[in-house]
């Protein structure tokens, strides 16, 4: 099990502050909206998750433990 | 074996409680209780266009019901191509009212709902009619609820939220209806078809048939039952055969995709067959588009269509429908932009699994199947041409024309 970073897209407005604080992870698409590149955050990258996390305006970006299916 | 549309011819309306019970027998009440099962053994697949496994559903409700879960009986058939769902309400609802009872037996409900299309007027009617031939017996747990127009209505927590809150757009999930659905019960959402194939199964049958709604290039389009082993090829023959020779065929509707004829024409269309080859049966659309019309038009009509049915909630499906639909309308009429083919390849790889709800996942993917099924049309309407005319030889239906 690790840490993975879910959209909520209904709340999503697009602002894009997740992508600069955490480039390595998420992208954004013509439009500013977040594209997640890649499932689950390794280790070093956490702390840098949780600040995106942190920063979104309208509270659309969580750190959710996913199990493996 | 009983099928889902033996019985009296369509035309005949509804068959009422009586002619249905003698046909059927008493709803087999007993056989609820085994019933999970036995549709898993069946591998009876969902028939409103996603292919889950039915009795994989049930059983995830019935894992968290405690006898207080909600069978909603989807009927909002927003699929534009498709009209079997409205058409077995319209004439087997008892059938359906079978599936939806012996659902609610077997997860645990108390609750029965028939949400049904407001543009389906027979089907409504029907439904309606039945329940009232066996309110006895139903005591109050079953209803009727209008859906509202519009292709996204119908997906599963469109059609909770609706109930719950008069508010037919999907919502975030988790949690999924099975988990906290209408009034926060666990809530089973499953197609009227897949409800009366489930009816049948109670009864003994193997669920080796489906309905499908034919259109386009063929002389007897509408819908009809056919034994999930027949080739395209069959299907087509018992249709009267196409009307004019045929390059390609919307497998599943507008979240289907566009599979070449050759691909498909001799192989059955049961759903695990499709899937070794990377298709999907969906809710069992198949539109023939002929040799002679364009693709890339066919296309931008669906693109157009499924990016108006947004329910602009999420900004990858508002603004990323929108952009495609803009450079496939281009495209279409031969006035492209220098880069609307490669933009519209890259935005149809990003869109999936960026909404609320699967809808972008599903007009992306038909639009990926277009992009590959007709390359060599968009690489000539991103150049200003059309190259669509006289039809190939050696496609099937040719010689049909050639004999007509």
Redesign the interface.
Do not use: L, N, T
């Given at each position: 099990m690790r840490e993975q970073l879910v959209?909520?897209?209904?709340?999503?407005?697009?602002h894009g502050l997740c992508a600069e604080l955490l480039p390595e992870v998420i992208a954004l698409?013509?439009?500013?909206?977040p594209?997640i590149k890649s499932g689950s955050i390794a280790p070093a990258l956490l702390e840098h998750a949780r600040q995106a996390v942190d920063a979104c305006p309208v509270l659309a970006l969580k750190l959710a433990l996913v199990t493996a299916m | 074996m009983a099928r889902l549309l033996s019985g009296p011819p369509l035309t005949a309306g509804a068959e009422s409680y009586g002619a249905h019970q003698q046909r059927f027998g008493a709803l087999p009440a007993a056989a609820a209780r085994s019933l999970i099962g036995r549709l898993e053994a069946s591998h009876l697949i969902g028939r409103g266009g996603a292919g889950f496994p039915v009795g994989r559903k049930w059983r995830a409700v019935a894992d968290r019901a405690n006898g207080k879960a909600v069978v909603l009986a989807n009927g909002a058939e927003g699929e534009p191509l498709s009209l079997k769902d409205r058409t077995v309400m319209a004439a087997r609802p008892h059938l359906v009212i079978d599936g939806a009872v012996l659902a609610a037996d077997a997860v645990g409900a108390d609750d029965i709902i028939f949400y049904v299309g407001a543009e389906h007027r027979a089907a409504e009617a029907a439904m309606r009619y039945a329940l009232a031939e066996r309110a006895a017996d139903l005591r109050g747990r079953a209803r009727v609820v209008q859906a509202p127009r519009g292709y996204v209505a119908g997906e599963e927590s469109a059609a909770v939220h609706f109930i719950n809150a008069g508010d037919p757009r999907p919502t975030t999930t988790p949690p999924r209806p099975f988990e906290r659905g209408v009034g926060g019960r666990p809530t089973l959402v499953q197609n009227v078809e897949s409800l009366a194939a489930a009816a049948l199964v109670a009864r003994g049958d193997d669920a080796g048939t489906s309905l499908i709604t034919l259109s386009g290039a063929v002389r007897r389009a509408g819908v009809r039952e056919i034994a999930l082993d027949a080739t395209l090829a069959e299907v087509a023959a018992s249709a009267g055969g196409l009307a004019r020779p045929v390059q390609a065929v919307l497998l599943g509707g507008y979240f289907g995709g566009w599979v070449d004829i050759t691909d498909l024409w001799a192989r059955p269309l049961a759903p695990a067959s499709l899937r070794a080859r990377g298709h999907a049966f969906g809710c069992g659309v198949l539109s023939f588009l002929a040799e002679d019309s364009c693709g890339v038009e066919a296309t931008a009509r669906i693109m157009g269509y499924l990016a108006s049915q947004s329910a602009r909630q999420c900004g990858p499906c508002l603004f990323g429908l929108g952009a495609i639909d803009a450079a496939c309308r281009r495209l279409a009429a031969r006035s492209a932009q220098p880069d609307d083919l490669k933009r519209i390849t890259r935005w149809g790889g990003e869109l999936a699994g960026r909404g609320a709800c699967k809808h972008p996942d599903g007009a992306t993917g038909l639009l990926r199947s277009a992009l590959g099924v007709f390359a060599d049309d968009y690489a000539a309407h991103q150049r200003g041409r059309c190259v669509r005319g006289a039809p190939a030889a050696g496609r099937p239906g040719a010689l049909a024309q050639a004999v007509a």
């Open positions: 959209v909520d897209r209904i709340r999503c407005d697009g698409d013509d439009w500013g909206y594209i | -």
